[in-house]
């Protein structure tokens, strides 16, 4: 099953210059984006990431472990799938980022195991001057990300300071 793809508002190649991340003024509310790279997550970056992170949950780390749990197998830490997904957004559309504001309403909904592969899609929920800092405004994003088969498994708001173009 391939997920449905909502409207897409391209690149505008005459909006980059030398940088080649995106603008300010290059988001308007209700823009979506469906990020370009996708990653398989493997069983080697779920116990590293868990290992470094210092969860050791057995439903992580543990394969014989997680054989008697509900889904009969290790389950990818939801951390790492949040760090795959913010690595997608950040440098398909957030590359010029000056600060990250703030997450909002995290919500992870369906299990990722190894050998998933995460998509992500974004959605711009509100572009604004910032009222302290000329030349810079917020970006407001609603990403989802999802698995190979269409099923959404992660889902959080995300605000960020992002330069004018011409600051």
């Known amino acids: ?69 509900e889904f009969g197998k290790p389950l990818v830490n939801s951390l790492l799938t949040l760090a ?13 980022t000056i600060a990250n504001l703030g997450w909002n309403s995290i919500k992870t909904s369906a299990p990722v195991f190894p050998g998933d592969t995460i998509y992500a899609r974004s959605t711009v929920k509100d572009v604004r001057p910032s009222r302290s800092r000329p030349g810079q405004g917020i970006v407001t994003l609603f990403t989802e990300a999802y698995k190979q088969d269409g099923t959404v498994v992660l889902s959080y708001e995300k605000s960020n300071l992002m330069p004018a173009r011409n600051r």
């Open 1 to 69: 099953m391939s997920p449905s793809k909502p409207a897409v508002r391209p690149r505008q190649p005459g909006a980059r210059s030398a940088n080649p991340g995106l603008f300010l003024e290059d988001f308007q509310p209700g823009d979506v984006y469906e990020h370009r790279l996708g990653r398989t997550v493997t069983e080697a970056d779920n116990i590293q990431f868990s290992l470094l992170t210092v969860n050791t949950s057995p439903l992580h780390c543990d394969s014989f472990a997680a054989r008697s749990t």
């Open 84 to 96: 795959i997904v913010a690595g997608i957004v950040s440098d398909d559309v957030l590359f010029n």
